[in-house]
């Protein structure tokens, strides 16, 4: 598929489709972290196994992150062209759109990812508080139900 045809504008319908497949997939990402985050077995305030931390976190922040692509792509937003994609590309297209969402991403971000996915942090807390910033951003791709 080309560049220009993944990004021409979408009809309403074609949009709500995209948001109901993207949402319900980047939904089971964040199942799939919960389970995951309960073998991590929870002792007070910790949880007691980092490897199951870490991949709940990345699984989590990927869950975020096709939402956040699906956005970009409802808004008719073209990814870069010669680079990946970076949190920066994200932080500057939000930006531009919507400061809560942004800071909803950078906690986001800095919990699941930075945190969670590659130090290792396992207090309970900040990382379902993590989990719970990613569930904002995906809840907006959620399809309009008729």
């Known amino acids: 598929m080309s ?3 993944y990004f021409c504008a979408m009809s309403t319908e074609e949009k709500n489709e995209l948001k109901k497949s993207s949402f319900a997939e980047a939904m089971r990402y964040i199942d799939n972290a919960k389970e995951t985050l309960h073998k991590a077995k929870r002792q007070g305030k910790y ?3 980092v490897k199951y931390v870490r991949t709940a976190s990345g699984t989590a922040y990927s869950g975020m992150l096709l939402a956040l692509d699906t956005l970009m792509r409802i808004r008719n937003i073209k990814r870069p062209a010669k680079s990946r994609k970076s949190i920066d ?3 500057d297209q939000l930006r531009k759109m919507d400061w809560k969402l942004l800071n909803e991403v ?3 971000y800095d919990i699941l990812h930075l945190l969670g ?3 290792g942090h396992t207090n309970a807390e900040v990382i379902n508080t993590g989990i719970d910033s990613a569930v904002f951003v995906i809840k907006k791709i959620k399809p309009v139900v008729n």
């Open 3 to 5: 560049e220009d045809l």
């Open 47 to 49: 949880y007691s196994d």
């Open 89 to 91: 590309w994200y932080r």
């Open 106 to 108: 950078n906690s986001a």
């Open 117 to 119: 996915y590659y130090e």
